[in-house]
């Protein structure tokens, strides 16, 4: 198994920036990507971006696409979503999530090519 935990969810104004931590443990050579969903109140989970584990591929959603920002950090097994240019429709429950395998497009963007999911962590952006 694998745990994720999100960290860096907050409230902040339009324009305004955030950076989202998510930390796996557990068995985590399991793993071969890690990315970001996203779910609004009355709305499904969107896919955000993703970033591949061993070959560093790279993908995001076209609504975040130059705004958004994802990396990682092998050792510290974490990976980043740095959050640029925040506006009103960003705001959502931000899920970490990780899968034992990176897999072609269009998949990597629904949620069930996922194995494991964080707990989430509320991003706000005010108008």
């Known amino acids: 198994q694998v745990q994720l935990v999100e960290s860096g969810g907050g409230l902040v104004q339009t324009g305004g920036s955030l950076k989202l931590s998510c930390t796996a443990s557990?068995?985590?050579?399991?793993?071969?990507?890690m990315g970001w969903f996203r779910q609004a109140p009355g709305k499904a989970r969107e896919f955000v971006a993703v970033i591949g584990w061993s070959a560093n591929s790279i993908t995001y959603a076209g609504s975040v696409k130059g705004r958004f920002i994802i990396s990682k950090d092998n050792a510290k097994n974490t990976v980043y979503l740095q959050m640029n240019s925040l506006k009103p429709e960003d705001t959502a429950v931000y899920y970490c999530t990780a899968s034992q395998r990176l897999q072609m497009l269009p998949q990597r963007t629904f949620p069930q090519s996922y194995d494991y999911w964080g707990q989430g962590t509320q991003v706000t952006v005010s108008s």
């Open positions: 557990g068995r985590t050579f399991s793993t071969d990507a």
